[in-house]
């Protein structure tokens, strides 16, 4: 059974500072790596997606995907108070995000004005 | 687009009684998601239909737990019986069929078993 842990468990950073999240997953043969993003009292909205190894970045954003070490992460550049959320990754069996996915607990992170 | 709409946002119960939560996928899209979300386990898949067929049910809880979709409009998550331990947020998602690689949530159901 797939397991997903994330690290850290949660995060103070100043504004403008760089935040870095990892995730680690147990089954080699996943194939689908995410990140969501979720405010206080709020559904968990995607942030970015990833398949093939290597990095994906988008705005402030960026994924770093290493099957080999079952080892993905987010880093989020210049980050900004409303950065202040839960970020849980997830992992997938299937090719797409049409498949099951199994999250991490999470890292909540604090983004100080 | 009013994105995946659940309904009720808020439920009480009492020990022993039944909950029906529902869930209105995205119109269009062909993948539902159920999953459950606590303090201590996180988020945690229950089970999902893709065109209406269940398709993986691995999550649920046995015997008190069952998911329906009856069409492409709705499912729904009956818990029987409730305990306090099934007090949770359940979380309904969809995703399309044509290869987007997002779930999207519904804002979910807080279930509350007194």
């Known amino acids: 059974q797939q397991k997903v842990q994330q690290s850290p468990e949660s995060l103070i950073v100043p504004e403008g500072a760089m935040t870095s999240l990892n995730c680690t997953f147990s089954d080699s043969a996943s194939q689908y790596f995410a990140w969501y993003r979720q405010h206080s009292g709020k559904a968990p909205k995607a942030l970015m997606s990833i398949f093939s190894n290597g990095e994906k970045e988008e705005g402030r954003f960026t994924i770093h995907l290493n099957k080999a070490s079952l080892h993905f992460s987010l880093h989020i550049r210049d980050s900004q108070p409303s950065d202040s959320a839960l970020y849980l990754c997830a992992v997938s069996i299937g090719n797409s995000a049409g498949n099951k996915l199994t999250f991490g607990i999470g890292t909540r992170v604090l983004v100080r004005p | 687009n009013a994105g995946v709409i659940q309904t009720p946002r808020h439920k009480v119960t009492g020990k022993g009684q039944e909950a029906t939560l529902w869930c209105e996928p995205i119109s269009g899209h062909s993948a539902v998601f159920w999953y459950r979300q606590t303090i201590v386990q996180g988020l945690e898949f229950l089970t999902y239909f893709r065109n209406q067929a269940p398709i993986d049910d691995s999550g649920m809880p046995k015997e008190r737990f069952s998911a329906q979709m009856p069409n492409q409009s709705h499912s729904t998550l009956k818990i029987q019986s409730t305990q306090p331990q099934d007090s949770a947020v359940y979380l309904c998602?969809?995703?399309?069929?044509?290869?987007?690689?997002?779930?999207?949530f519904g804002p979910g159901t807080r279930l509350l078993v007194l």
């Open positions: 998602a969809s995703s399309s069929s044509t290869g987007e690689d997002t779930q999207y």
